[in-house]
């Protein structure tokens, strides 16, 4: 007994051929053998797709999060800028303290001295 199977080849265009049918039964479990290949490496790259979404969807959130923290940084250096200006200014008032009692003091100084000279010519 005979089997015709089509064939796929450029020359035959698609016509049957007689293929004895050991060798028929044969290229079926090839076929069987291949689709349960074929089955089988689909569910693996199915779990691979999966365990990829997941990474996709951990990577997605971790450059959100890592957004958020650089706008936090943003506004945590402004206020370091703020707090620092204030520091500055906190460092100079004694400073300002300072020279202004040395000033007093000189002017004292000089207006005593001064008087003491204008004392002694009678003015």
């Known amino acids: 007994m005979e089997i015709y199977v089509t064939s796929g080849c450029g020359d035959c265009r698609g016509a049957a051929i007689p293929v004895p049918e050991e060798e028929a039964r044969m290229d079926e479990k090839n076929v069987e053998h291949r689709l349960t290949?074929?089955?089988?490496?689909?569910k693996s790259n199915t779990r691979r797709l999966d365990k990829l979404e997941k990474n996709t969807e951990a990577i997605s959130r971790m450059a959100i999060s890592i957004e958020k923290m650089a706008v936090k940084q943003e506004?945590?250096?402004g206020s370091i800028n703020k707090l620092s200006n204030d520091v500055?200014?906190?460092?100079?008032e004694p400073a300002k303290r300072w020279k202004f009692v040395v000033e007093k003091t000189i002017y004292f100084a000089v207006a005593a001295v001064m008087g003491f000279v204008l004392a002694k010519f009678g003015f």
């Open 88 to 92: 500055e200014t906190l460092k100079a």
């Open 75 to 77: 506004d945590m250096n």
């Open 37 to 42: 290949e074929v089955e089988q490496r689909s």
